[in-house]
């Protein structure tokens, strides 16, 4: 069931205009981080998680906060299958901003996290988080002329590497 989970998110996921990497290992996850971020400067990664803090960003390259990073890696929560939808979840400003304010969001998402609906997510909360942002694939809109302009309200670029955990 999780591996039927995980492929319908990555099939949903990819349809929404978000790229998704599997890794099976922290070593893997390494080195296609290391890959996506060739030659990019002003990394943002918070450290807050044990799977944030496996990602080694040199330090040359580390942005100290979000606000001057154009691109952020963060672990998130949860996602939903049937949709490709990434869920952050969070309390402070500098939570809610990392998934939004950057050009280039890399989530990290643990396939124990996926659940098939919306629906089934909520059933597993005992209290709501303060604030729950919902991304599906990279920012869009095509409210000014009818053109599409891609991050205007969040992140251009979605790369989604999901953890084969347990």
């Known amino acids: 069931m999780r591996n039927e989970l995980t492929a319908l998110f990555v099939q949903n996921a990819s349809r929404s205009g978000a790229q998704c990497i599997v890794v099976d290992s922290t070593v893997q996850l390494q080195a296609e981080?290391?890959?996506?971020?060739?030659?990019?400067?002003?990394?943002?990664?918070p450290g807050h998680t044990p799977l944030e803090q496996s990602i080694v960003?040199?330090?040359?390259?580390?942005?100290?906060?979000?606000?001057?990073?154009?691109?952020?890696v963060e672990e998130v929560p949860y996602g939903v299958a049937q949709t490709g939808t990434i869920?952050?979840?969070g309390a402070t400003?500098?939570?809610?901003?990392?998934s939004l304010l950057p050009e280039h969001h890399i989530p990290l998402l643990r396939a124990?996290?996926?659940?098939e609906t919306f629906l089934?997510?909520?059933?597993?909360?005992?209290?709501l988080p303060r604030n729950i942002t919902f991304i599906t694939g990279p920012s869009r809109t095509a409210d000014i002329e009818k053109t599409l302009v891609l991050g205007m309200h969040g992140p251009r670029r979605v790369t989604i590497l999901v953890f084969l955990d347990a």
């Open 33 to 45: 981080v290391e890959g996506l971020l060739d030659g990019l400067d002003a990394v943002f990664c």
């Open 57 to 72: 960003i040199p330090a040359s390259r580390k942005a100290a906060d979000v606000l001057s990073s154009s691109t952020t």
């Open 87 to 89: 869920v952050c979840t």
């Open 93 to 98: 400003r500098s939570q809610l901003l990392t």
């Open 112 to 115: 124990s996290g996926i659940h």
């Open 120 to 127: 089934d997510l909520v059933k597993t909360f005992k209290e």
